[in-house]
């Protein structure tokens, strides 16, 4: 089936080190997303791509980094200049020219 | 630049209750797209509506209804008879044109026995 996979589902980190964060899909989506999600909040923008080799900064891009060398993955690296970066992140993507997002079922990360 | 305003934090209701989440939106484009997702304990977000900006007709879809009224900016969402499974938080978004989602802070609903 098709889908978003997102890896893993719980990440510990300690602070000051950099985590990567895995998104995949089998959907053949040219356009990727990333979204964070705080008690509250709701979710937030960080990155997007919308093809392959490129990609734009959301609301809040701020110590985080991503790259998009494959049209199915689309990682996210969150530094350690990222001064809270315990969150609930998710995944999702879309067809380019589309409404029709998928989403992932997220990554929680914690740093202690 | 896009805003969606859900006013209500949480909402307590007593299974079979009938109960509305409110969902108010700002854009200064006239093609846009609405959303609502639910977002139960597991994380993962479940799609539930997109309706665009030139279909205002209502949409009912079991227990589920939504009112669009643009006079108000607004994208209503009524469960009726509620149950313990709708509870969730439950996220409005907003699309412009075919670029990324602005979500709502969303409403929080605790469906009791």
């Known amino acids: 089936d098709g889908g978003i996979t997102q890896s893993p589902k719980y990440l510990f980190r300690k602070e000051g080190q950099n985590v990567t964060l895995s998104c995949e899909q089998n959907?053949?989506?040219?356009?990727m997303y990333w979204y964070r999600q705080d008690p509250g909040q709701g979710l937030r923008l960080i990155y997007y791509?919308?093809?392959?080799?490129?990609?734009q900064k959301g609301d809040i891009a701020e110590g985080y980094s991503v790259s998009r060398e494959k049209k199915e993955s689309f990682p996210l690296t969150v530094t350690s200049a990222q001064k809270n970066p315990t969150a609930f992140y998710l995944c999702?993507?879309?067809?380019?020219?589309?409404?029709?997002?998928?989403f992932g079922s997220g990554t929680r990360l914690t740093v202690v | 630049a896009q805003k969606v305003t859900q006013a209500q934090t949480e909402i307590s209701v007593v299974e079979k209750e009938d109960v509305t989440l409110d969902c108010v939106y700002e854009t200064r484009d006239t093609t846009y797209y609405l959303f609502w997702y639910k977002q139960p304990p597991s994380g993962e977000l479940v799609f539930l509506i997109r309706?665009?900006?030139?279909?205002?007709q209502n949409e009912i879809s079991g227990r589920y209804s939504w009112n669009f009224q643009k006079s108000t900016s607004s994208f209503n969402f009524t469960i009726t008879a509620s149950q313990v499974v709708d509870s969730a938080v439950y996220f409005c978004?907003?699309?412009?044109?075919?670029?990324?989602?602005?979500f709502g802070k969303g409403t929080m609903l605790l469906v009791s026995p």
């Open positions: 309706r665009n900006s030139f279909d205002e």
């Open positions: 959907l053949n989506h040219d356009a």
């Open positions: 999702a993507s879309s067809p380019t020219g589309s409404q029709g997002y998928t």
């Open positions: 791509s919308q093809i392959v080799n490129d990609f």
């Open positions: 978004a907003l699309s412009v044109g075919y670029s990324t989602l602005t």
